[in-house]
């Protein structure tokens, strides 16, 4: 009474990769988890580079802003 679906069933040997394709697919998945970390990394220190360009931007614009007030002249 119960209809089998055509290759429902499949024989565990026939379901598993060979086992060299099972090796090349955790040194792919090592090599990616690698370069992801390596990413992240890169991400993180361009973060903290921008962060460090922004406040030295910051800093000479302050800088720059206080010089352009000291020119104008004050009464007294």
Not at 23 to 43: C, Q
Request: charged share 30%.
């Amino acid at each position: 009474a119960k209809q089998q679906i055509a290759g429902a069933r499949l024989k565990p040997a026939a379901a598993r990769p060979p086992e060299r394709q099972r090796k090349d697919a955790l040194v792919t998945l090592a090599n990616l988890d690698f370069a992801i970390a390596a990413l992240r990394g890169a991400r993180d220190e361009m973060r903290s580079a921008l962060d460090d360009r922004l406040t030295a931007h910051r800093a000479v614009d302050a800088y720059h802003r206080a010089g352009a007030l000291s020119d104008i002249p004050v009464r007294r």
